[in-house]
């Protein structure tokens, strides 16, 4: 690339270098001494450097190409044969096979280094291979998974079950098992972990395969290998689904070179060599400047050196950079040479000198060199940069990692460069997130926690019922230290972690500065445009696998995304003052209908966006002033446009091509100034769609009545929020989630380990087999838990701190605020993405869960309010009609539903206006059918238990000491009833004459199927236990069989409210529906009774066989159910009440008076005046329960055992014989006491009254009931005798 002739001229930009004859004179720029000496210190030989100057030869720009040629010329380099190295076969540019070097499927990147599985075993092998000397490669790991890494043979055969090290002459090894694989298997090294670099070396000359981890040697693994005429070796990989490497054949340096190891493709010596020189002239010309005046060189630091315009400089870098050009666009050189230097320049000096000289060399690199030499550089540069911080290891003080992101800092405070890498190598080459990561060490020792967090601790949980686990009450002295200890050794730790966040935060600010639009797009709104390509890639899925971000990584964007938000946030509330601080921010309604941000094909409140602007168009007609473009209407639906949906004439000139506003806050608009709109994707808006402009709102365009006119802040600040609640939904809240395992982790060793040395302490000591292996036992775990807890410290800084706390706090403030406002739209509302609910719900279950214990929620600014109007979004919108979406209805439900279940957040519930609240019982109020009761039910269920007969309980007694699988699960925390929310429930029952019967009637109907299902598939499953042949009961089966279960028993605790709260419902035969639902109710309880209180009944036997997934059936829970209702019909309230309820039960034919007797745990009902025995104790009996049922109850059961007894007595001497014909011909159970008009057919009053509810056709003939009207046999036939007198 040199120039070979002085005579010829040539152009690099704007500088010409020539030396034409009338310029002969052309060193006059300077003294021709002074040039001589410049030229000679910046291009002087190291080599062959002279003892004196004055047996140099003269240097000027004339004859400066060819001392450059002498310069830079390599000894013995033939550039055409480099690939022809003897010991290795194959292009000398060494990549995968992608062709036909592999088995499975595989996704290989665009360079051919990158793989990823995406079968069960895929393998691959390169393009090269060896058969003499000593070679090296280097594999970097991506994730940790299953994978075996070596060399093969060509003639090895794979398949999806045996890769590399599963044949003869294939060698491999397992990280993920630790082991050495050929054919056979053997422990070998130690794990490695993502972000590790795994050396694989082949010595042919010895015969001998070794590997290496992050360079140090795990020694030799196979020996004798295989060598001779035909063997040569290819280095290949096998691994499994979704695991993912990139390797380094020696296209940039290996990070950990071996000596006497060559990689297989040989680095460029030449270009190397001559790079090298250059940069050292480019860094002479940065470390000396002219003085013409004094006429003499003067030496500078490089940080204080600045291009002023002096011919003589600009010339000389001219000459350089002619030549230096060309070699930065290849990979290698720029991370040998230029990556090496600009590192040098960042370790060596402060953040400020390292800034100044980063900043001359980029404008050097613009000023000299074509823009693609440039940016092919910059791509590269950046790559570099990225791949050192992804897998440099983790030291105590994070050095790597922040000299890394100091030089990215400084790189990207160039405005050009940075507006280059925004627009065509962040988003779109890189994975650009990873900058924001920060990778958590799996091996503790090499991260230097020892050091930082010598002492270790973790917190003792107890294991009892209701025991806190925050509590330290009990912890020793020695505890209290070591916890201590502990806790400062992980303010240490957080303390470097916070270095290198606020780096990640400074990256985030400069790529969101919106003050560089000097000559182009300010960088906020390409990053803008970006971000939304990279939210769309993460919510369809359809991007390119290996750019999908990682959740690990989006919990870490997430925070430095919000941190540097909120900066700009406030940094703009500063200067404007009318504007909102970030502590108030949301994103207005307008945003979600006005189509200036795209929401893929996310889902909306009130379904698609299509349907929406069709059935909502006149709705965002008048209250947006905004009208859909037609042409997206004819898009999205074949129906016609009505002719008053055409655009009206002022708006007959807005462009088509965006979305614009003539809306102005000073006055109404008219219909003729209505504004077309259509959805815009990322790449179609400029700054003035988002920004807006005069009389142009931007982004907030078409703001609703209810909106403030005044501007929360810069639009797209709000763009920029709104993208990362979507973030949090994408996978953050998944990923807070996933790294609670860490703490369980913890928890469940530190179990472990107290019961081993519980052990320990009872073990007698002539037993000496026992102690040595309890000793053992207990030194892994405590080893075990050292290593956690320093890994728990790690996750807690960087997951789980008090400021991680605090962004996904504010994130559900922001949510909050943002559906209060678009709820007070109306029928807009359902234009709202479903996201922001789901938000909402998530991450107030974060705060909640996954913080604890170190961070409490109650600790937050203002908790008690976000409660209050979290509670009020849950009360009003769990049955919004403008809400479609099946998954969102039953998440807002379910979030209801574990709402209620905490003495907090149920206070919450309580303080929201009471006409909120009396809405909320409203709606579980409404009949179950046609819609999902199942949660509705435990809501009811949840604001009762705690007031129910032996309702007190946290967990059923025959599970006390089982082991739950989660002591947080909402339906495993303490009773807390709400009496105020009973009473608006009592209240509304007795508000109407339908509320009470429509409710009662969907109850009685639900209990009636939940449980005829339940004894359905428990007769099933008994079925199967009894048979002789080995078999397995469906453990979904076992699941939907327990489920029934509990929904017969959440029924009947919902049926006791009711008596409770309203018994005149069922005992005021004055309301036309009491007695039918008394007698439904009769019907169904004395049905549960005898199903499961008969001797040896098949309820029983399930019940002892105890099968796993049916723990919760046993007869407790459903029998004090069954009593609660019965106590307050036959043992509460008034004599008449009582007596009916008691007349009612008797009459059902299905009714034994040993079901009730059984409750007590008596065989037969006793004697009048007698006393109750003793219960048995291999019987059922509430008596056996006394720290569950109190005096006062069991003595309410025996006094109503007692009265129906006596009841039951008096009823038999009083019966008389009923005949066949006067029975109902439906039920068989009662007397026909009703009769049909117009058609005259009979039956009992239950059956056709139940039957009115849902027909009003005739049992028999199908006639239209008209009336039903009283029937007596004795009465009818007087009657008829009568008449025929």
Known sequence: MASKESSMSFSRKSYRLTSDAEKSRVTG??????????????????????????????????????????????EDEDEESQGQVEGRLGPSTVVLDHTGGFEGLLLVDDDLLGVIGHSNFGTIRSTTCVYKGKWV??????????????????????????????????????????????????????????GDIVSCLIDLDDGTLSFCLNGVSLGTAFENLSRGLGMAYFPAISLSFKESVAFNFGSRPLRYPVAGYRPLQDPPHADLVRAQKLLGCFRAVLSVELDPVEGRLVEKDSSEWQLQGQPTVLLTLAHIFHRFAPLLRKVYLVEAVLMSFLRGVVEAGSPAQAQSVVRQVLDLLWLFMEDYEVQDCLKQLMMSLLRLYRFS????????????????????????SRKFLLSSVLFDVLRSVVFFYIKSPLRVEEAGLQELIPTTWWPHRSGREGKDSKDVKDETAEERVRRRAYERGCQRLKKRIEVVEELQVQILKLLLNNKDDNGGEASRYIFLTKFRKFLQENASGRGNMSMLCPPEYMVCFLHRLISALRYYWDEYKASNPRAAFSEEAYIPPQVFYNGKVDYFDLQRLGGLLSHLRKTLKDDLASK???????????????????????????????????????????????????????????????????EGSHWNEGLLLGRPPEEPEQPLTENSLLEVLDGAVMMYNLSVHQQLGKMVGVSDDVNEYAMALRDTEDKLRRCPKRRNDILAELTKSQKVFSEKLDHLSRRLAWVHATVYSQEKMLDIYWLLRVCLRTVEHGDRTGSLFAFMPEFYLSVAINSYSALKNYFGPVHSMEELPGYEETLTRLAAILAKHFADTRIVGTDIRDSLMQALASYVCYPHSLRAVERIPEEQRVAMVRSLLAPYEQRPWAQTNWILVRLWRGCGFGYRYTRLPHLLKTKPEDANLPSLQKPCPSTLLQQHMAELLREGPDVAPSFL????????????????????????AERLERNFVDSRQLKVCATCFDLSVSLLRVLEMTITLVPDIFLDWARPTSEMLLRRLAQLLNQVLNRVTAERNLFDRVVTLRLPGLESVDHYPILVAVTGILVRLLAH?????????????????????????YLLGQPEPPAPGTALPAPDRKRFSLQS??????????????????????????????????????????????????????CGHKSCKACINQHLMNNKD???????????EDWDKAASASTTTSSAA
């Open 1001 to 1024: 009637n969907s109850v009685l109907n639900q209990l009636n199927w939940a449980f005829s299902e339940f004894i359905g598939m428990i007769q099933e499953i008994q079925q199967a």
């Open 1185 to 1238: 329960y006394t720290d569950y049922i109190s005096a006062e109850e069991l003595a309410q059961v025996e006094q109503m055992l007692a009265h129906l007894t006596a009841a039951s007595a008096q009823a038999a001497a009083a019966s008389l014989p009923t005949s066949e014909e006067d029975l109902c011909p439906i039920c068989y159970a009662h007397p026909i006491s009703a009769v049909f008009q117009p």
């Open 137 to 194: 490669y280097e594999v970097l790991i991506s994730s940790q998974g299953l994978m075996q890494i070596g060399w093969c043979t060509i003639n090895c055969r794979f398949n999806q079950e045996e890769g590399v090290g599963d044949t003869h002459n294939s060698y491999a090894y397992d990280g993920n098992r630790v082991r050495k694989w050929n054919v056979t298997t053997t422990n070998y090294g130690k794990a490695w972990a993502a």
């Open 393 to 416: 290891p983790i030291v105590p003080d994070l050095g790597l990692q922040i000299h890394y992101l100091r030089l990215t800092i400084a790189i990207l405070r160039h405005e050009k």
């Open 1258 to 1268: 005739c049992f028999f003939c199908k006639a239209t009931i008209v009336s039903v």
């Open 1133 to 1157: 309230g008034p004599a008449s009440g009582r007596e009916r309820a008691t007349s009612v039960l008797l009459a059902d034919p299905c009714f034994q008076l040993s079901s009730i007797c």
């Open 29 to 74: 720029i300077v003294h021709e001494k002074l040039l001589n000496d410049y030229l000679h210190r910046i291009f002087s030989s190291p080599e062959h450097a002279p003892t004196a100057a004055t047996s140099r030869k003269p240097l000027n720009f004339q004859n400066l190409p060819e001392h450059l040629d002498q310069l830079l010329h390599v």
């Open 624 to 690: 947006a002033n905004i009208l859909i473009d037609p042409l997206e209407l004819q898009a999205a639906t074949m129906d016609d446009l009505d002719e008053d949906e055409e655009p009206a004439p002022a708006a007959a000139q807005v462009p088509r091509t965006a979305a614009v506003s003539l809306m102005t806050p000073r006055r109404p608009l008219s219909t003729s100034e209505k504004v077309k709109v259509r959805t815009l994707s990322a790449e179609q808006r400029t700054r003035e769609d988002i």
